[in-house]
């Protein structure tokens, strides 16, 4: 059984940055993905990113390239999610997935089985 656990969120202001971690356990092979999902109040889970175990592949949402970087210590089984000139509309609750695809430049919440419990980050303007 896949198990993930956020961590890094906090209040940050506009412009500031913060490092979100994803720790996974019971990952038995290679071909995992990690993505990185968002939810605000009264919005639909967004895609933000994803990294691929195998080959570091990576995806991000138009949203966020450019601001966010995805990176992957796979002999921590660790991911990270450092975000960079953060504004007010990053503000959600940010969950860590991970599942064994394929994934494109559009990351879908469906693709994924295994959900972290979420970390919120709040940014002030």
């Known amino acids: 059984e896949v198990q993930l656990v956020e961590s890094g969120g906090g209040l940050v202001q506009a412009g500031g940055s913060l490092r979100l971690s994803c720790t996974a356990s019971?990952?038995?092979?290679?071909?995992?993905?990690i993505a990185w999902f968002r939810q605000a109040p009264g919005k639909a889970r967004e895609g933000v990113s994803c990294?691929?175990?195998?080959?570091?592949?990576?995806a991000y949402a138009d949203s966020v390239k450019g601001r966010f970087t995805i990176a992957s210590d796979n002999a921590e089984n660790t991911v990270y999610l450092q975000m960079n000139n953060l504004k007010p509309e990053d503000t959600a609750v940010y969950y860590c997935?991970?599942?064994?695809?394929?994934?494109?430049?559009?990351?879908?919440?469906?693709?994924?089985?295994?959900w972290g419990q979420g970390t919120l980050v709040t940014v002030s303007s």
């Open positions: 997935a991970a599942d064994r695809v394929v994934f494109g430049p559009k990351i879908y919440a469906a693709d994924f089985n295994s």
């Open positions: 019971g990952l038995t092979f290679d071909d995992y993905a």
């Open positions: 990294i691929s175990r195998r080959d570091g592949s990576t």
